[in-house]
């Protein structure tokens, strides 16, 4: 097959990006303590960048103390200066090497922290939009990850803690409805460190509202108990991410690309259906983002959220697509030829994909030349694993991934320009 839609350019907002194909965000654990950019993230990135991806989405940066429940050291944090300027380091990165990069925000991890059997404090204060816990049954289980492990006579880290039972067959940690303030102060604060991202060299932002963490939590009917203004009916459970998108659009106006990550589809009774996302992604275009980035499945649907096969979520993306005008990307397609046809037929107009670029960072120059590149084994051993024990990731595929900061083809030289000189 010819990939020439696949490689064709594509305009998001204000920003031109070379090809369809965008690395999704996934939390490494290449962080140092503190939260901040290290040498190691920085060279990650640029392994993916200098291996054609057009768009890099790193994931995700908590930027409210609130919200400091993010899995220890797995998202970054900006909390003060140093971390601003390790973040202009990983932009001015992504840029050296040839690529456009947009920071997804997150808003907490809310109610999906991890199972009490798990190395997460249960002292944490989790907020939720209501006190509403997770809970994961063996059937939502990647089946692929499962029998990889057991044909090595592993336990999946999802599946079992070292008495034998089983982790997630039970409730998470209780959280707590958060308040108005908080809601409030989260809204703000969000909306206040989009202009930072941008003085940061960034070419976008992505505000994270998926996967069942805290600014999910509103959007659903199923744990959006609340009977004040932010929960009850759809315009109530809509506004804490309305208010977030409106009031960082006024911060920046028109000239920085703001998106938004959504599920299409809870797969749970009584949650989110397609029906709602539709109406949802007309409300976000209405409210000014200018691109979506879909995502399926929660911790509670843990194999929709990372699918055993490529294209799961094409035709909802495809459905949900149909009632917006901005760009839309669909994640977790792997194979070269389905991502062609899916942008080529108009089902998406970019491609996304995580851990097949962890496997194989050179993917998107590969297919350009018509090769076939290294295949994710979709074990989740090296990289969800590891991170859910709070490690840096691995990949039973790439055994670079970890350790791109000792090669030397992935460090800056000098400077292209003056670029750097900006606003800070």
């Given at each position: 097959m010819k990939y020439d839609t696949l490689f064709k350019p594509i305009k998001i907002g204000n920003v031109e990006i070379k090809n369809r194909i965008a690395m999704t965000p996934i939390c490494?654990?290449?962080?140092?303590?503190?939260?901040?950019?290290?040498?190691?993230?920085?060279?990650?990135?640029?392994?993916?960048?200098?291996?054609?991806v057009g768009l890099i989405i790193p994931g995700t940066v908590t930027v409210t103390k609130i919200h400091a429940d993010r899995r220890g050291p797995s998202g970054m944090?900006?909390?003060?200066?140093?971390?601003?300027?390790?973040?202009?380091?990983?932009?001015?990165?992504?840029?050296?090497?040839?690529?456009?990069?947009?920071?997804?925000?997150?808003?907490?991890?809310?109610?999906?922290?991890?199972?009490?059997?798990?190395?997460?404090?249960?002292?944490?204060?989790?907020?939720?939009?209501?006190?509403?816990?997770?809970?994961?049954?063996?059937?939502?289980?990647?089946?692929?990850?499962?029998?990889?492990?057991?044909?090595?006579?592993?336990?999946?880290?999802?599946?079992?803690?070292?008495?034998?039972?089983?982790?997630?067959?039970?409730?998470?940690?209780?959280?707590?409805?958060a308040t108005i303030e908080e809601i409030e102060e989260t809204e703000e604060t969000v909306a206040d460190s989009i202009p930072v991202f941008k003085d940061l060299g960034f070419d976008g932002a992505e505000i994270h509202s998926c996967h069942g963490y805290f600014a999910y939590s509103f959007l659903s009917p199923r744990l959006n108990l609340r009977t004040d203004k932010y929960g009850g009916s759809f315009e109530n459970r809509t506004r804490f991410l309305r208010n977030m998108i409106q009031k960082s659009r006024q911060r920046v106006e028109d000239d920085f690309v703001i998106g938004t990550r959504l599920t299409l589809e809870s797969h749970v009774p009584g949650d989110l259906t397609l029906e709602d996302t539709k109406k949802i992604c007309k409300g976000v275009e209405e409210w000014g983002v200018n691109y979506i980035l879909f995502s399926d499945g929660s911790y509670d649907a843990f194999k929709y959220f990372i699918p055993d096969e490529d294209?799961?979520?094409?035709?909802?993306?495809?459905?949900?697509?149909?009632?917006?005008?901005?760009?839309?990307?669909?994640?977790?397609?792997?194979?070269?030829?389905?991502?062609?046809?899916?942008?080529?037929?108009?089902?998406?107009?970019?491609?996304g994909l995580a851990r097949g670029l962890i496997a194989d960072p050179e993917w998107a120059n590969k297919v350009a030349k018509g090769k076939r590149p290294v295949k994710c084994a979709r074990c989740n051993s090296g990289c969800w694993d590891r991170l859910m024990l709070g490690f840096p990731i691995r990949c039973e595929t790439n055994p670079e991934c970890g350790f791109e900061q000792y090669n030397p083809k992935y460090q800056m030289r000098q400077p292209k320009s003056g670029n750097w000189l900006r606003k800070v």
């Open positions: 490494t654990s290449f962080q140092d303590a503190e939260g901040r950019v290290t040498d190691q993230l920085k060279a990650f990135y640029a392994a993916r960048t200098i291996g054609g944090k900006m909390f003060d200066h140093v971390s601003k300027i390790r973040l202009s380091e990983l932009a001015e990165t992504v840029h050296y090497f040839g690529g456009k990069i947009f920071i997804q925000i997150s808003t907490g991890q809310g109610r999906q922290v991890y199972s009490k059997t798990q190395w997460v404090d249960p002292s944490l204060d989790v907020i939720s939009a209501s006190a509403v816990p997770y809970k994961i049954d063996p059937e939502m289980f990647p089946q692929k990850t499962v029998n990889w492990h057991e044909k090595r006579n592993m336990d999946w880290s999802y599946g079992y803690d070292d008495k034998g039972n089983p982790r997630f067959e039970g409730e998470g940690l209780m959280p707590r409805a294209g799961t979520m094409l035709d909802a993306a495809a459905e949900a697509k149909k009632v917006v005008n901005i760009p839309v990307i669909t994640p977790s397609i792997h194979d070269p030829d389905m991502a062609e046809q899916a942008v080529r037929e108009g089902k998406t107009d970019m491609i």
